[in-house]
């Protein structure tokens, strides 16, 4: 433990900004079919490194079968705030979870990222034994431990009981229990963030592990059977005070992204099909009169492929749908990206004003018919994916593996694992990074990114900036 807090954590997003560039970016690798343990691998990112855009480190886990998915760290920006009691903890553990093993691995990145290591490993039993979830999913550091969001309830196949949030020590990394106290009409779960100060969290639906597992199950989504609503809580009193329906037809709200800036009370929902025109959507949701709002204030059309282009999931449809994966805001609130798995489209808006975005950059790589390779010859499978923005907001990250069963159904022909950059402009408009392209181990697939120093999809602010 530090005795002054850590550099790393800043109490405004333009504090956040004006921080040294980032050095490392952490990506977890999966084995689709399991033949090797999953990884972590760290990757310098350092312009005129000579190491620059490659792997020098990594921390291969003793298990398999565990499917990496998303991760993030023990603590970070919300350790200001004014309620915590951990505001000399340092941004130093990783925290990794097994989507499908429901297994837990804690990655020390000290002294030196060269040098992570494995500190400790929660086992599925310890959390299914506190908790009665499993499957856990999305990580945040709040300001007084670790939440962890789970896809899956109790059983064998995760069914029994809705999946929900649980705590862990910050300190100890011991699981204390479930989160919510009363959780309404909530069944589904999926992505969650908040605003400490104004005391909300926001949560979204994907769907129960059956719906998942094995792969998209096409019965159900053409009979609108997954999520396709957002719940907003109590923060402090942890119960759910508001449930909107987005409509049936508007299935798998995943991610969730409120602006950095606390004074200001709305946030983004990306929404990844519309079964009854294959569109993609991003929302917009605000507070007004003590009651939460929201609203489709973006859509993206699918794309017509030829038969021969698609594969056999999508051949009835003639076109390849945007599949909104990933989206992700720059610290300053200004540009959401959007990622765009299907088309292989990576979109950057200006939500200036959040209730209208306005389409300011566009690059293109990989998608399921346009298989657009990289500026540097290289093919780009997959699509665009798991998006990371570095603080300042010039460079943006992505990698291209959505869930192992997916990748397989959407991309038939395989998913090497790959990861680039894209230079974006002070006033709209990306570039991909021809220098920029980073190779996996045979075998590996890559999922979501994390920066050293913190980053947009990991911080939560206390302070508004000025």
Known sequence: MNIRPDPTFHASPKLAMEAPPESFAYTVLLSPDASKPDALAVIDVKPGSSSYGQIVHTVTMPNK???????????????????????????????????????????????????????????????????????????????????????????????????????????????????????????????FWWNLPRDYMVTSEWALPPQFENGIVPEDLLSNKYGHRIHFWDLRARRNVQTIDLGANHQMALEVRPAHDPVREYGFLGVVVDTTNLEGSIWTWWREGGKFHIEKTATIPPEPAAKEQLPPLLQGFGAVPPLVSDIDLSMDDKFLYVACWGTGEMRQYNVNEPRRPKLAGSVRIGGIARRTPHPNGKAFAGGPQMVEISRDGKRVYWTNSLYSTWDDQFYPDGVPGAMVMANAKPDGGLELASNYWVNFPDGYRAHQIRLDGGDCSTDSFCYPSV
């Not at 310890?126 to 550091?141: A, D, L, W």
Request: glycine fraction near 12%.
């Open 65 to 191: 079968g565990d499917e990496f998915h998303h991760f993030g760290w023990n603590a970070c920006s919300s350790a200001l705030s004014p309620l915590t009691g951990h505001a000399f903890l340092e941004r130093r553990y990783l925290i990794i979870p097994g989507m499908r093993s429901s297994r837990i691995y804690i990655v020390d990145t000290k002294p030196d990222p060269t040098k992570a290591a494995i500190h400790k490993i929660i086992e599925p039993e310890e959390i299914f034994r506190k908790t009665g979830y499993s499957r856990p999913h999305t990580v945040h550091c709040g300001p007084e431990g670790i939440y962890i969001s789970t896809l899956g309830g109790s059983g064998k196949d995760g069914t029994d009981g809705p999946p929900g949030v649980f705590i862990m020590d910050c300190e100890t990394f011991e699981v204390l229990g479930r989160w919510e106290l009363d959780r309404g009409s909530q069944q589904l779960h999926y992505d």
